[in-house]
């Protein structure tokens, strides 16, 4: 039986490199264990990230700016990884197109839910805001 390649390391290991290479060796039938370790662990984030929203952003009458500020840039994180983490599958995965398919709509479903929120706050809802960007855009 052959092991599945071992990550090059520069530097120190970290405990979700650790975690990555032990679902490669526990699963080495299954060519997607990493991919598979690397969206739970999103998913993971996906969920902390809801509960800080809800009691930094949501509860508040008036979120303050900081928190905002956070809010947005930690959506832009998880929305970027979870990109990467669709594209991989797409170029990658040695699996059959409807589990490539399944495991797509997995992700858009979490993607469409940090979407629907990066629009709820942070979308340019208010006309006021086009209008002040209508001269550098057109």
Not at 29 to 44: C, I
Not at 92 to 111: G, S, Y
Request: glycine share 6%; charged share 25%; hydrophobic share 45%.
């Amino acid at each position: 039986m052959k092991l599945p390649d071992m990550p090059v390391l520069e530097g120190r290991l970290t405990s979700r490199d650790i975690c990555a290479v032990a679902a490669r060796l526990a699963h080495p039938e299954d060519p997607l264990a990493e991919w598979r370790f690397e969206f739970g662990e999103w998913r993971k984030a996906c969920a902390e990230f809801q509960e800080m929203e809800q009691a930094k952003i949501v509860a508040q009458d008036t979120p303050p700016a900081p928190s905002l500020r956070q809010h947005r840039y930690l959506l832009f994180l998880l929305m970027a990884h979870g990109e990467e983490l669709a594209l991989a599958l797409m170029r990658n995965a040695p699996v059959t197109e409807a589990e490539k398919a399944r495991l797509l709509e997995q992700a858009d479903a979490f993607l469409g839910t940090l979407n629907d929120s990066w629009h709820t706050w942070h979308g340019e809802a208010l006309p006021a805001h086009r209008e002040a960007l209508a001269g550098f855009l057109g």
